[in-house]
């Protein structure tokens, strides 16, 4: 098109479509980059209840494929669930979000691992009593039937922080979990009954939990479920 036709269509009409089209790939490049926060909404919280503990929590260790992320998700200081941690922080100054997460992959793994071969000396150290039992019996359950369980990881995609709490002296910190794993229950001839060779992406909603006056630094697994 001529020169002179670009220019009797007017300056203003051309100049705003650049500025649309510039505005709409950044929106797109950040959207890419940064990706989007979720999970940071407050659930309703039974009278007496923990966040994230279910009624009957059991030994969750399936889940189901959800899109993958990648990376440790700390919340905004600024934000709802950022405001919610700073009140641990300010209860326990040793508590740091980045490590607390962390620490929460290295428990993931170890308990994950944990069940799958029947460890019940590293259960007992990292869930909390009530938890433990359920993961004991399932694994009691698992040895009168003469099977066994393997679990790989492959790997943890990612590792969010979706809620937290203090009711009285009790915290409550919930984590998002996304990892690939190879899930199977085996007979006594180690054949597969349950599961498959497929590396599967799965989820996971765990609640750790600590007593903010009590000794120690350490915070155990309080409930888990798939997400």
Known sequence: ????????LGSFPVALVLFAGVAIFLILRLRSVLGKRVGFEKPPLPPG???????????????????AQTGRTVPDPSSPLGERLMQI?????D??????LEQAEAAFRSIVTAFSSGDRAT????????????FADAITARETANERHRTDIKAILSATIENAEVIGDQAAIIVRFVSDQVNLTLDASGNPIVGTEAITELT????????????????????????
């Open 123 to 134: 259960l007992k150290t990292l869930l909390s009593p009530h938890v433990y039992e359920t």
């Open 204 to 227: 996971d909603l765990w609640t750790f939990e600590r007593n903010l006056k009590g000794p120690g630094t350490g915070w155990q697994l309080a409930a888990a479920r798939s997400g």
């Open 49 to 67: 209840a923990m966040p994230g503990i279910p009624a009957q929590a059991g030994p969750v260790i399936e889940g189901q494929a959800l899109p």
């Open 89 to 93: 922080v300010r209860r326990t100054p």
């Open 1 to 8: 098109m001529p020169a002179n036709t670009l220019q009797s």
């Open 95 to 100: 508590f740091d979000p980045p490590k607390f």
